[in-house]
């Protein structure tokens, strides 16, 4: 194993094979060797000496060998000697999946598992996708793919992010990678999936858990989806019809009117995962779900889109990547992706999109799971690629303002608001809403852990979700905020929304630079100090303006005893060359020394 495959790495890929011999559109054979030797503790998760499977998966060999740091076999797994576990992820309700791994528990390191698969599979709409890159920390001596199409069908591929890797294409579906490297993790680094080299395949004939498919183009897949998946589905009982209609009958609109059904079915049901065979693609019916009042994303989506054509409103099921990363459908590549579904409803022209499985969301509000990213919507014509709302950085707008008065020894009471929007409304509204009194407390603790013998005296809250605005009042007090200097008393005037920490520092920046959602911060202070104390020396007024944002500090001396403290910081939404990092990194320090200044009051 050469030594530049070990920098950097908790594990090295020594080999990674793939064979998938597709004899029709219902029918392939995959067979894997893997051979992975662990470094440390941390590697182990790259081992993947397991598989996942169910009635659609038939396996004929399984089979793992552990070797020493001198390779000699400690331990050998046959197929009956692997564990074998339903599937349980913490929320699904019915999962007929189940896992066969090995447990092993190492006593030193390095070791090395060398793992055997062949498996005969009905489902073929799920081909194998290839990294041969597999994450960070995670090095590859040799890992390659083949595809060998024998079903008459159409079989279609595309390799992405191969460019500056060590990559051979040898036909059609075969390729083979060796020799890469580890790449190490690096603070607002894009996303690892957008970057690494990627091979995916599709048929355009397919077999999903006994459903056929089709799919030459988003519009013939999403048309599939409809018809096969979905059309079947959304029978209601009269009762509930007849229930929507009544609520929504004063309705002077048809955005009114698709937020009532909304928070009906907020009100009326929960989120409980379904994975049973197709169940685990198609949704519930939705009468079921009326019945039961619980349902998966699908089942969820759907019931709400039969709610709303109850009442005569057009709503389109949409498959999604969901997740605090931005990941994109591609939409230049037509097959089964994503990994939730929504609901998205046309009203005066645009899209509003509904997140099914929150049972407090606001009506259309979608920031930091499903917003800002390419999607699949499912209309009757067909499939179609359309891009979910963006929150700009303006609108993600957190506002503090805080009344303070401070007496001689440094101590002061404070009153606060702080209102948020956009992005920062979940930020909040989910760390405070449904919490205890305890949990609150704790929570404006760690938020305001600059201050020490903080008092939390009282706390109140608004959660405006018509126009999704969180507010926030606090009553705090905390004792020797001030350093005594002598007769002088030194603080630190951004009290309540301090950046204290810049990000790494990197000798060679390898990655380039990502922030993936932009945000405002508007603060004031009034500061009003005992009659025994006076500013001696106010800080100087502080503006940086760059292509990462904008930062800027003013003070208003008022009187002797009081002043205004304002600060703004707005960080941009964007993508940057490695080369950014240093002055992006130059910019963040520059905000951390100037939130952590300094101004000087002097004891009369």
Not at 162 to 174: A, L, Q, V
Request: some cysteine; aromatic content about 12%; charged content about 25%.
């Amino acid at each position: 194993m050469k030594e530049e495959l070990t920098k950097d790495a908790n594990a090295v890929v020594r080999l990674n094979e793939t064979e998938i011999d597709i004899l029709s559109y219902d029918k392939m054979i995959v067979k894997k060797h893997r051979v992975v030797t662990v470094l440390n503790k941390e590697g182990e998760r790259y081992i993947d000496a397991s598989i996942r499977y169910d009635k659609s998966v038939n396996i004929k060999k399984l089979e793992a060998v552990v070797y020493n740091l001198l390779g000699d076999e400690i331990k050998k797994f046959r197929k009956k000697d692997f564990e074998d576990v339903s599937v349980y992820d913490g929320f699904s309700i019915f999962t007929d999946d189940r896992i066969k791994h090995i447990n092993y528990t190492a006593t030193q390191y390095p070791y090395t598992v060398a793992y055997f698969e062949e498996t005969i599979q009905s489902t073929t709409a799920f081909i194998q996708q290839w990294y041969p890159l597999e994450g960070y920390y995670v090095s590859t001596e040799g890992s390659s793919i083949k595809v060998n199409n024998e079903s008459g069908i159409t079989l279609v591929s595309k390799a992405s992010g191969f460019e500056g890797f060590n990559i051979s294409k040898h036909s059609e579906f075969y390729y083979s990678a060796e020799n890469i490297p580890a790449i190490r993790y690096e603070a607002y680094a894009p996303s690892f999936t957008s970057f690494a080299p990627h091979l995916k395949f599709a048929l355009q004939e397919f077999d999903m858990k006994g459903v056929k498919g089709t799919n030459t183009s988003w519009k013939n897949f999403g048309k599939w989806v409809g018809e096969s998946l979905i059309s079947d589905t959304q029978e209601l009982p009269e009762a509930v019809i007849e229930e929507v209609k009544r609520l929504t009958v004063d309705a002077k609109t048809d955005y009114e009117k698709a937020k009532i059904v909304y928070e009906f079915m907020q009100n009326k049901t929960r989120y409980i995962s379904v994975q049973v065979g197709i169940g685990g693609w198609k949704p519930m019916l939705a009468g079921d779900v009326d019945r039961l009042g619980y349902g998966d994303c699908k089942a969820l989506s759907n019931y709400t889109k039969s709610l709303l054509k109850a009442v005569g409103l057009e709503s389109y099921y949409t498959l999604i990547y969901g997740g605090r990363d931005i990941q994109n459908i591609d939409k230049d590549f037509s097959s089964q992706q994503g990994n939730h579904a929504i609901l998205a409803v046309p009203i005066q022209g645009d899209l509003i999109f509904l997140e099914c499985t929150s049972q407090t969301d606001p009506f259309g509000y979608i920031a930091n799971f499903t917003d800002d990213r390419d999607v699949l919507i499912v209309k009757p014509e067909g499939g179609e690629i359309v891009h979910t709302r963006a929150y700009e950085t303006k609108d993600n707008l957190q506002t503090t303002k805080a009344f303070v008065s401070f007496d001689e020894s440094g101590n002061f009471k404070a009153k606060i608001s702080i209102v948020s929007k956009g992005t920062q409304y979940a930020y909040h509204s989910s760390r405070i809403e449904n919490e205890t009194e305890k949990s609150r407390k704790l929570y404006y603790k760690n938020y305001l852990d600059n201050i020490n013998n903080l008092s939390i005296e009282s706390m109140d809250f608004e959660n405006d979700k018509n126009e999704i605005v969180f507010k926030e009042s606090i009553n705090l007090s905390a004792t020797k905020y001030g350093a005594k200097a002598g007769t002088r008393l030194l603080l630190k005037p951004n009290m309540f929304n301090r950046k204290t920490s810049v990000p790494p520092r990197y000798p060679n920046r390898n990655l380039n630079v990502e922030i993936d959602r932009g945000y405002t911060d508007v603060d004031e202070y009034e500061l009003t100090l005992s009659s025994n104390l006076k500013i001696e020396a106010l800080q100087d007024n502080v503006s940086i303006n760059n292509k990462f944002g904008e930062y800027t500090v003013t003070f208003e001396k008022l009187s002797e005893q009081t002043f205004i403290y304002k600060r703004k910081l707005i960080i941009n939404k964007g993508n940057y060359s490695k080369e950014d990092y240093k002055a992006f990194r130059d910019f963040n320090s520059q905000i951390v020394k100037n939130d952590n200044s300094k101004l000087v009051l002097k004891q009369l």
